[in-house]
């Protein structure tokens, strides 16, 4: 039988209409306040290669954009080298949702070729990588 949300009237017909996929639930899986908000999300990574290691560093950076490109959800990502200073790097990317770093963790993590990218990236660093991440405001 159809259901109708208690909060938006949507009418809710398969299981995937309902909040959580239970058909049981008075509200529609848009309405679902348990779910994490769906907000866009940015993230950075800051890279400075030791110094005259840059062009090592850009060339791992180029496979690392090359992976996580493939993953679900990326909207943008670049990367970009400084101005100012050769052997530094920046990586930016943008998600469509609020999971979509975390899925790039994961990846990276899962990956054999990424995580040894990732390992190779390391050695040509002078100081760890700084990461940031923000939700898009506007
Ligand atoms: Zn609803």
């Not at 940015?42 to 791992?60: D, E, M, V």
């Not at 990218?117 to 898009?136: K, S």
């Amino acid at each position: 039988m159809e259901k109708n949300c208690v909060v938006c009237g949507m009418p809710m017909v398969e299981p995937a209409d309902f909040a959580g996929g239970n058909p049981e639930s008075r509200v529609c899986a848009h309405c679902d306040t348990s779910k994490p908000p769906e907000i866009r999300v940015t993230t950075y990574g800051l890279f400075r290669a030791k110094p005259g290691q840059g062009a090592q560093l850009a060339a791992l950076l180029h496979e690392h954009v090359e992976f996580v490109k493939k993953l679900n959800g990326l909207q943008e990502t670049f990367a970009g080298q400084s101005l100012d200073n050769p052997d530094h790097f920046l990586v930016f990317t943008k998600w469509e949702d609020f999971s979509g770093h975390d899925r790039m963790a994961h990846a990276v993590l899962n990956d054999a070729d990424a995580r040894r990218t990732f390992q190779e990236m390391m050695d040509v660093l002078e100081t760890e990588p700084a990461f940031g991440r923000f939700a898009i405001l506007e």
